[in-house]
């Protein structure tokens, strides 16, 4: 398999789905290999949502095609809204290229909850 059998699938949202959600796979022979999505918001929104690529196939300008094709969808369908998405530093320079404008800057942050809870009684 090489990167010029990719193909994007273009999922549409059914009417069984909780949220209005489309998606676009990379696939070589049927194989996924990558995948973007987006969320149709009911404010004239749309949220682009989480991007993967397969390890393999990475820096190999993979999610690039698919937000091109998410992204050419979106210019012809979707006049007068509004796209957004969270993103992170290495993807950042992609939507701003596209003319997002960059917003307030979010940090993640974890607890590993390991220690059993301890009741006092009164």
């Given at each position: 398999?090489?990167?010029?059998?990719?193909?994007?699938?273009?999922?549409k949202?059914?009417?069984?789905?909780?949220y209005?959600?489309h998606?676009?796979?990379?696939?070589?022979?049927?194989?996924?290999i990558?995948h973007?999505?987006?969320?149709?918001?009911s404010?004239?929104r749309?949220?682009?949502?989480?991007?993967?690529?397969?390890?393999?196939?990475?820096?190999?300008?993979?999610?690039?095609?698919?937000?091109e094709?998410?992204?050419?969808?979106?210019?012809?369908?979707?006049?007068?809204?509004?796209?957004?998405?969270?993103?992170?530093?290495?993807?950042?320079?992609?939507?701003?290229e596209?003319?997002?404008?960059?917003?307030d800057?979010?940090?993640?942050a974890?607890?590993n909850?390991?220690?059993?809870?301890?009741f006092?009684?009164?």
């Open positions: 398999m090489s990167i010029e059998d990719i193909q994007i699938m273009h999922l949202p059914s009417g069984t789905r909780q209005n959600m998606g676009w796979i990379a696939h070589i022979n049927n194989n996924p990558g973007v999505h987006m969320l149709l918001e404010n004239k749309l949220k682009f949502l989480d991007a993967w690529v397969d390890e393999e196939y990475r820096r190999q300008g993979i999610y690039r095609q698919l937000w094709e998410r992204w050419r969808y979106v210019r012809q369908n979707f006049d007068g809204w509004t796209a957004y998405a969270w993103s992170k530093p290495a993807s950042l320079p992609l939507l701003l596209k003319g997002f404008t960059k917003g800057t979010i940090t993640y974890e607890n909850i390991s220690q059993p809870l301890i006092v009684s009164c």
